[in-house]
């Protein structure tokens, strides 16, 4: 079997794994009837439709920013049959993301064609969806994982984020590679590349990327258990499933349905970087001296 046909058939086979344990998810969830809540949700029967067709929101919207990831903030209570069934997809989940691994490795230049073949293959899912103005795979939201929690919750309280930043190191040859990679004739590269000629290559620098907006939630634990905080913070782009014996979701507040406007948090005061950037086509700043 030629590498190019294993990669592809290795990916067909996960996906097609991945498809039938969301589709298995979705049943048992309807069968079972137990309290959901997402946000924006208007009714439990709105709550219901939303989470089915977030738990199988694989494919971008046409003409949607490749970069933007939809989220879908929820609660979900679940029983054994349904908590087993989630560790199912998020093993699917995994498996999937690995075979794209492969691909990356192996014959990055195949990916392409494997996203367009995974939606032509598995055209009755893609036609379901396709009213909904949805194109090819969106491999983010494919392989993300669902989260869960099995220990008794007291209440959850919902908050927005929209302060983040990610902050990583770059060195100044990857600062130079990036800005000779844009149009170097243009005056405000050459001005930046000038910039970085009149530092030394070991000057610390940062790229800093702002975070789009994301959901907090804040668990709080009934019952102590040994070595477990009375809290955890966790990021929520996916409805939390809840393993509970009664059949309750807990108690949680009703977040806002956008973010605010403005950052939550007040900017530290012992932040490390300078407030302008020192290569802005970049993002590169540098840190305080």
């Given at each position: 079997?030629?590498?190019?046909?294993?990669?592809?058939?290795?990916?067909?086979?996960?996906?097609e794994?991945?498809?039938n344990?969301?589709?298995?998810?979705?049943?048992?969830?309807?069968?079972?009837?137990?309290?959901?809540?997402?946000?924006?949700?208007?009714?439990?029967a709105?709550?219901?439709?939303?989470l089915?067709?977030?738990?199988q929101?694989?494919?971008?919207?046409?003409?949607?920013?490749?970069?933007?990831?939809?989220?879908?903030?929820g609660?979900?209570v679940?029983?054994?049959a349904?908590?087993?069934?989630?560790?199912?997809?998020?093993?699917?989940?995994?498996?999937?993301?690995?075979?794209?691994?492969?691909?990356?490795?192996?014959?990055?230049?195949?990916l392409?064609?494997?996203?367009?073949g995974?939606?032509?293959?598995?055209a009755?899912?893609?036609?379901?969806?396709?009213?909904?103005?949805?194109?090819?795979?969106?491999?983010?939201?494919?392989?993300r994982?669902?989260?869960g929690?099995?220990?008794?919750?007291?209440?959850?309280?919902f908050?927005?984020?929209?302060?983040g930043?990610?902050?990583?190191?770059?060195?100044?040859?990857?600062a130079?590679?990036?800005l000779?990679?844009?149009?170097?004739?243009?005056?405000?590269?050459?001005?930046?590349?000038?910039k970085?000629?009149?530092?030394?290559e070991?000057?610390?620098?940062?790229?800093?990327?702002?975070?789009?907006?994301?959901?907090?939630?804040?668990?709080?634990?009934?019952?102590?258990?040994?070595?477990?905080?009375?809290?955890?913070?966790?990021?929520?782009?996916?409805?939390?499933?809840?393993?509970?014996?009664?059949?309750?979701?807990?108690?949680?507040?009703?977040?806002?349905?956008t973010?605010?406007?403005?950052?939550?948090?007040?900017?530290?005061?012992?932040?490390?970087l300078?407030?302008?950037?020192?290569?802005?086509?970049i993002?590169?700043f540098?840190?305080?001296?």
């Amino acid at each position: 079997m030629s590498t190019h046909y294993r990669l592809l058939s290795q990916l067909d086979s996960c996906f097609e794994l991945l498809v039938n344990s969301l589709a298995n998810l979705a049943e048992l969830l309807d069968e079972a009837g137990l309290p959901c809540w997402m946000l924006g949700s208007e009714s439990e029967a709105a709550s219901r439709s939303a989470l089915a067709y977030a738990l199988q929101d694989l494919w971008y919207l046409d003409g949607q920013d490749g970069r933007v990831t939809r989220s879908y903030p929820g609660l979900v209570v679940c029983n054994e049959a349904i908590w087993q069934q989630l560790g199912s997809v998020n093993f699917c989940k995994v498996t999937f993301s690995r075979a794209l691994d492969a691909i990356r490795k192996e014959s990055p230049a195949m990916l392409p064609e494997a996203r367009l073949g995974l939606a032509a293959r598995h055209a009755k899912l893609h036609a379901h969806l396709a009213e909904e103005g949805l194109a090819r795979l969106h491999l983010k939201q494919t392989w993300r994982q669902i989260p869960g929690c099995l220990t008794p919750l007291k209440q959850v309280r919902f908050s927005w984020y929209s302060s983040g930043r990610s902050i990583r190191r770059i060195s100044y040859k990857e600062a130079v590679y990036r800005l000779e990679q844009m149009n170097t004739q243009a005056p405000h590269i050459k001005i930046q590349l000038q910039k970085l000629a009149g530092i030394t290559e070991s000057t610390p620098l940062a790229q800093v990327q702002d975070q789009a907006p994301l959901m907090r939630a804040n668990l709080f634990f009934d019952k102590q258990l040994p070595g477990l905080p009375e809290r955890q913070a966790m990021n929520l782009a996916m409805p939390l499933f809840v393993l509970t014996d009664d059949g309750k979701l807990p108690a949680f507040n009703l977040p806002s349905l956008t973010p605010p406007e403005k950052r939550s948090r007040a900017k530290r005061s012992d932040a490390q970087l300078e407030d302008e950037a020192f290569l802005p086509s970049i993002r590169v700043f540098r840190y305080k001296t």
